[in-house]
Each structure stands twice: as structure tokens, then as C-alpha cells.
């Protein structure tokens, strides 16, 4: 589903707005994009959503919304990422409709299993490393959830938080099928190469550990 999936975060790209931080990443070969404002207007929010789904198409690359299914639904984004306190996975789906794509946060293979049985349609497993990106996220849980979870739920997973070219490696050999970053590549001054070298190092990672580039 995908190779690298950038999140985007305001206080870390020097002001730069999400949708040039989108299209920045896009152009250095993201796969997929999340737009994460936290405690944003929903106005903005919606605002910014709009302009990075239009980006995302032109583009043919996938665009994903944090927490918010109304704003992935009136932004017609390909997706909704929900984590353990937001709006149930069966809710959404009823809201969102069956071809839209929905990501769930879990922490242990008994989450996972549940969000699989609620209808996800990809993992996020985090934060691996320790983090200062998200402050409320669990710290640390290292690579042994990946691949437990890995091994247990067949759905692609996302390994998040902490991951930078110089572990992203760990984390594909671990069993995860991609990795989120955001700031290992919006942080940057050059957010499209840091984007293209990322993508590189796991595409790299994934051939060195004998797993089909997809």
C-alpha cells in the first residue's frame, strides 16, 4: 500500500503550510501523505485537506487525513487515520463508505487484531522509537510489536515514530511493509530530497532483506 508516508507537522517545517510540505514530499516520492493539525480550526484544516487532495491527484499518490473523518469526507480524501481515542473504525466506516481507506494505531497484537476485525485497512505500530514529534504517543515499544503484529494480522503495517535513515532499516527487517515519518523529512531544508533518500533507504532495506519491492 505503501513504501513512505510522510506526516506532516506545521511546528516542524519552519512554518512552511502543510499542503507545500505535502507537495514537497510528494515530489520527492512519498507514496502517501497525512495531514496532522492538531487543535487546528476545522475550517483550515478542511481548507489545507482540499488543496493537498487536489496535489495528491495530480500526482497519483495518496492522501490521508488524521483523526478527522468529517474532513476526509468533505475533502474527499483517499482515507482517514483514526488512533485509540477517536471515532470507532465501524463508525467511520459507516460515515466514510466502503472505498475509503482507514488506518487504525495500535500497540500490541490485541489491538491489532481488534482493528482488524473492525474493519481497518492498514496498521500503524508506534511509537518504535523514542519521539518528541508526538508528545501523547506511548515511547519506545521497539521492533518486537512490528513483528509480532506483523506475523499475527495480515494487514499492511506502518511502523511510526522515531524512524530515520539511520534505523529505518531495523524497522523493514522487523516486518513492517513501510514507514511513517515526519521529522526525519519535513524537518528538513530540503524536504523533497530528504523525501527521495528516505524512500530510497527502504526500498534499499526491503531488497537487502529479500522482501519483493512492490
Known sequence: MFDLYVVTDSALSGGLPDSEVARRAYEGGADAVQLRMKGAPGGEMLRQARIIKGIADSMSRLFIVNDRADVALLSEADGVHLGRSDVPIEDARGMLGEHMIIGASVHSVEEAEEAAEAGADYLSVGSVFRTGTKGDAIQGLGLGPVFEIKRSVGLPLVAI??????????????GADSAAVASAVVSKPDIAKAARE??????????????PVR
Open 198 to 211: 528516505m524512500r530510497d533507504a527502504i526500498l534499499k532495506a526491503r531488497i537487502i532483506s529479500d522482501i
Open 161 to 174: 515514530g522515531g524512524i530515520n535513515l539511520g534505523n529505518v532499516r531495523e524497522v523493514i527487517r522487523a
